[in-house]
């Protein structure tokens, strides 16, 4: 079984992000939900950083 798991650093580089939308209890529940459903994508071959580029995934 696949089990995705981030680390405490990339965990805090998003929280620091989030920080610029709102706060980031409200906003990286979102933000992960809208990765784990494809709306959002990021390349993941790489590791996460605050420079990591988000698109729109599918068609909305």
Known sequence: ???WSISSETSAM???AAL????????????FHL???HELVVDV???LHVE??????RDL
Request: charged share 5%; no cysteine; glycine share 6%.
């Open 20 to 31: 610029l939308v709102g706060d980031p209890v409200a906003v990286l529940p979102v933000l």
């Open 45 to 47: 071959s790489v590791p």
């Open 14 to 16: 998003a929280s620091a």
């Open 1 to 3: 079984m696949f089990f």
């Open 52 to 57: 990591s580029v988000v698109s729109l995934g």
């Open 35 to 37: 990765l784990w459903t």
